[in-house]
């Protein structure tokens, strides 16, 4: 299995594998709504015998009252689900932070599972002063510090992209 950025030819496999991996197709219209309107966006597939069996995107998280602070947001990240359990996922994750990292990020955040996250090093954005601008609870939404110290003093409210409201 390799991880290697989205390329113009794999937008129907990754299309097509969003929409495999969620009960409905809102993410994968998602996906192609990020990749039109917001910059920049990291998108990451995790290719096997030349097929694509995992997909993430990063895109930018502005947060309420400090535009100086270079936020990323993982979201959302789909594998194929004959695939599951078997790491792909995780090296989709550890692929798009240390390239985020390498794009000048300071920090990621996340919606999602909060036994899948932690291991990565994510922590509640709570403990950041972070909130989440949808009503989910606090131990989903999670953040990392690729930048250690980056948060500190710094607290506001994190605003995924506007392409988000439809889902």
Known sequence: ???REEEKRDRDSVHALNVAAFE????????????EQARPVLSLVAEEAAEIVGHVVFSPVSLGGHADRRIMGLAPMAVAPEHQ?????SALVRAGLERCR?????AVVV?????????????PAARFGVACEYDAPTEAFMLIELVPGYMRGVAGMARFHPAFEGV
Do not use: C, W
């Not at 390498?102 to 300071?106: E, Y």
């Not at 919606?111 to 922590?123: A, E, K, N, T, V």
């Open 1 to 3: 299995m390799r991880v």
């Open 24 to 35: 409905t197709p809102a993410e994968a219209n998602l996906v192609d709504a990020l990749r």
């Open 85 to 89: 359990r078997k790491g792909i996922g």
């Open 102 to 106: 390498d794009l000048g990020f300071g």
């Open 111 to 123: 919606l999602g599972h909060p036994s899948f996250y932690p291991r990565f090093g994510f922590q």
